[in-house]
């Protein structure tokens, strides 16, 4: 199957969670995000993934979607929205539910990841935008197909996955990350049902744990250690 490499890169602190909302403390959080950001660059990618959680918070403003009416019922494939973009913000949002005031975030290009299910309404309204957008399954989002989809109808060759927990997770049980770039912070969250690197969805048949193998590890300011690793599939 043709597709990008997938790298998942995260911070988390030293017991695995990854909502800084919890740290309650806005001076370690920027300086903890800066570095997220700074060692992000240094992978030579053509596009970054999140949830529709993790894009609402932090990348649409929380827009509200204006979904119109089409002039015809709409067709379940691909829509390019900019055939000559060369990086790529790829939001999944299988319900159809982000809003957007332009199609691009950041300077990348935005790819919405649907299912079948999404109204005619919502596409239009994507279309009209120049949001780019694919069909990953009728109810459920095959991420195989995601990226498949992804390595043919766009220049993308690296992808980075970003979170959240359970879009980690969903690609971890399909064994679909090929490295990991985790931050660990040092701090100690303790907050209990708080989302971790990884969380495979209940709805899914979780597989076996996933085997690791150690490849760099460094010691940052601050305190922060990076560790990465390659996963043995």
């Not at 911070?11 to 959080?29: P, Q």
């Not at 570095?35 to 649409?60: L, N, P, V």
């Not at 002039?71 to 055939?83: D, E, S, V």
């Not at 790529?88 to 299912?115: C, M, P, Q, R, Y």
Request: proline share 5%; hydrophobic share 35%.
């Amino acid at each position: 199957m043709k597709r990008p490499r997938v790298i998942c890169h995260m911070m988390s602190t030293v017991d695995g969670k990854i909502l800084s909302a919890n740290w309650k403390d806005e001076d370690i959080t920027q300086t903890f995000s800066g570095y997220f950001e700074k060692y992000h660059e240094t992978f030579t990618s053509q596009a970054w993934m999140c949830g529709r959680i993790t894009m609402e918070r932090d990348f649409s403003g929380g827009v509200e979607p204006q979904p119109q009416t089409p002039p015809q019922p709409i067709a379940r494939q691909a829509f390019i929205g900019n055939k000559d973009a060369t990086s790529f913000a790829i939001a999944v949002d299988a319900h159809g539910k982000l809003g957007w005031d332009s199609n691009e975030t950041g300077g990348d290009h935005i790819i919405e990841v649907l299912t079948e299910q999404v109204s005619d309404e919502y596409l239009y309204y994507l279309q009209q935008k120049r949001i780019s957008y694919l069909f990953a399954g009728e109810k459920e989002v095959d991420f195989a197909s995601v990226l498949e989809q992804l390595a043919t109808l766009f220049p993308i060759q690296t992808l980075m996955l970003e979170g959240g927990g359970h879009l980690n997770g969903s690609l971890l049980n399909a064994g679909l990350i090929d490295e990991l770039s985790l931050l660990l912070l040092p701090l100690a969250d303790g907050t209990p049902k708080s989302p971790t690197t990884f969380e495979v969805s209940e709805y899914l048949a979780k597989g076996p744990a996933t085997r690791l193998q150690l490849t760099q590890v460094q010691q940052l300011d601050n305190d922060v250690v990076w560790l990465k690793y390659l996963f043995n599939h």
